[in-house]
């Protein structure tokens, strides 16, 4: 009953599944760059539906495309804050645009992850990367999305620290007071400036981003074994944990060992919900994904019960019953078959050539 119930959404799906994942693709990096855009405030509101909605179609058949337009349109606010920033970010897109345009949804995933810290999602970044992309891109993905939501915020004037990070969201109007009017080699210090403190907080931000990578490795490898695919999800749930895990014990555990990188007010005012409540996010969305995904990749349901079904009598057509002990095909399909005994080598007789066979041609090797 389920499987005729969702056979025309799943052959549906089947049959665009490529065009259905590049759309949803398109319309999540849309979405980021409209969002991004429009907190910003330089373009107008119908500029920035516009310029939306151009990427979005642009994604579906051109990731390049989208790409290059996100980035020339980004490029613009960025230059009115401060010049030495819009050409660092230009030249960050030119050397990533390859691998980034191809990914286009890892892409989208690494630059949402601050919007995702607001509200304590940003767990599901490393570990929907590892699920989706699988391990090594899991390891990327987790490290790509820490440092880039460390380095928004150490824009922002903020602490780097995941502990402020969490529920919290950079703002543009912080980023563009703190680099407004800075030179070069300003520009540099104030990107610098919050990670380098001492070298204790430099251990401290190196090790989060370790964290992550390890977290979307973690799950990412495992994944993709056979034991986790035919347990599923209970299985999932397991890997999903253990990643969770990673990142808790990154979050919670490092403060108290480098406890000379973490302010005393940061450790006082952090919440301590707020990671469990990451972790059981994480293992029910991860769980939830995986399962959907793996359930869209199988075969589409047949249309119609295969089982076979007696005839029923066609009047003069119909067949003569079988007499009795003689078995039907139906029977012979439906029933167990029993095994066949197959003789062992040394039961079988020795073969020996013919004696009187004039056509058999005798070779002697020396």
Same mark, same amino acid.
């Given at each position: 009953?389920?499987?005729?119930?969702?056979?025309?959404?799943?052959?549906?799906?089947?049959?665009?599944?490529?065009?259905?994942?590049?759309?949803?693709?398109a319309?999540?990096?849309?979405?980021?760059?409209?969002?991004?855009?429009?907190?910003?405030?330089?373009?107008?509101?119908?500029?920035?539906?516009?310029?939306?909605?151009?990427?979005?179609?642009?994604?579906?058949?051109?990731?390049?495309?989208?790409?290059?337009?996100?980035?020339?349109?980004?490029?613009?606010?960025?230059?009115?804050?401060?010049?030495?920033?819009?050409?660092?970010?230009?030249?960050?897109?030119?050397?990533?645009?390859?691998?980034?345009?191809?990914?286009?949804?890892?892409?989208?995933?690494?630059?949402?992850?601050?919007?995702?810290?607001?509200?304590h999602?940003?767990?599901?970044?490393?570990?929907?990367?590892?699920?989706?992309?699988?391990g090594?891109?899991?390891?990327?993905?987790?490290?790509?999305?820490?440092?880039?939501?460390?380095?928004?915020?150490?824009?922002?004037?903020?602490?780097?620290?995941?502990?402020?990070?969490?529920?919290?969201?950079?703002?543009?109007?912080?980023?563009a007071?703190?680099?407004?009017?800075?030179?070069?080699?300003?520009?540099?210090?104030?990107?610098v400036?919050?990670?380098?403190?001492?070298?204790?907080?430099?251990?401290?931000?190196?090790?989060q981003?370790?964290?992550?990578?390890?977290?979307?490795?973690?799950?990412?490898?495992?994944?993709?074994?056979?034991?986790?695919?035919?347990?599923?999800p209970?299985?999932?749930?397991?890997?999903?944990?253990?990643?969770?895990?990673?990142?808790?014990?990154?979050?919670?555990?490092?403060?108290?060992?480098?406890?000379?990188?973490?302010?005393?007010?940061?450790?006082?005012?952090?919440?301590?919900?707020?990671?469990? *409540? @990451?972790?059981?996010?994480?293992i029910?969305?991860? +769980?939830? #994904?995986? =399962?959907?995904?793996?359930? $869209?990749?199988? %075969? &589409?349901?047949?249309?119609?019960?295969?089982?076979?079904?007696?005839?029923?009598?066609?009047?003069? *057509? @119909?067949?003569?019953?079988?007499?009795?002990?003689? +078995?039907? #095909?139906? =029977?012979?399909?439906?029933? $167990?078959?029993? %095994? &066949?005994p197959?003789?062992?080598?040394?039961?079988?007789?020795?073969?020996?050539p013919?004696?009187?066979? @004039?056509?058999?041609?005798?070779?002697?090797i020396?």
């Open positions: 009953m389920i499987a005729h119930t969702f056979r025309g959404p799943h052959s549906l799906y089947r049959r665009y599944q490529a065009q259905l994942e590049s759309t949803t693709t319309v999540g990096f849309a979405l980021l760059v409209t969002l991004a855009l429009k907190s910003m405030g330089v373009y107008p509101e119908n500029w920035v539906v516009v310029i939306g909605v151009a990427v979005g179609v642009l994604g579906v058949r051109w990731p390049l495309l989208a790409y290059s337009a996100a980035a020339a349109a980004l490029c613009y606010p960025l230059y009115t804050i401060n010049l030495y920033l819009a050409v660092l970010f230009i030249a960050g897109a030119a050397l990533g645009h390859r691998i980034m345009a191809h990914y286009l949804g890892a892409t989208a995933l690494v630059l949402a992850t601050p919007l995702l810290a607001e509200y999602l940003h767990w599901l970044a490393p570990i929907l990367g590892g699920l989706w992309w699988g090594l891109a899991g390891a990327w993905i987790g490290a790509l999305a820490a440092i880039w939501s460390k380095l928004l915020a150490g824009m922002a004037g903020m602490d780097p620290d995941w502990l402020v990070l969490a529920g919290h969201t950079p703002t543009v109007e912080a980023i007071g703190r680099f407004q009017g800075a030179n070069s080699l300003d520009t540099l210090l104030l990107l400036e919050p990670f380098a403190v001492t070298s204790n907080v430099i251990l401290y931000n190196l090790l981003v370790v964290g992550w990578t390890v977290a979307g490795s973690f799950v990412g490898t495992l994944a993709a074994r056979k034991w986790v695919k035919y347990r599923a209970w299985s999932i749930m397991v890997v999903t944990a253990g990643g969770g895990l990673i990142l808790l014990l990154t979050h919670i555990g490092l403060p108290y060992w480098l406890s000379d990188a973490v302010s005393p007010a940061v450790v006082a005012a952090a919440d301590p919900v707020a990671p469990l *409540f @990451s972790l059981m996010v994480v029910v969305v991860g +769980s939830i #994904v995986y =399962s959907l995904r793996e359930s $869209l990749d199988l %075969p &589409v349901a047949p249309p119609r019960n295969l089982r076979r079904t007696p005839r029923r009598g066609l009047g003069m *057509f @119909s067949r003569s019953p079988k007499p009795a002990g003689q +078995s039907t #095909v139906a =029977s012979q399909v439906d029933g $167990l078959r029993q %095994p &066949v197959v003789p062992h080598q040394s039961e079988l007789p020795e073969w020996e013919p004696q009187n066979d @004039s056509g058999l041609i005798m070779l002697e020396d």
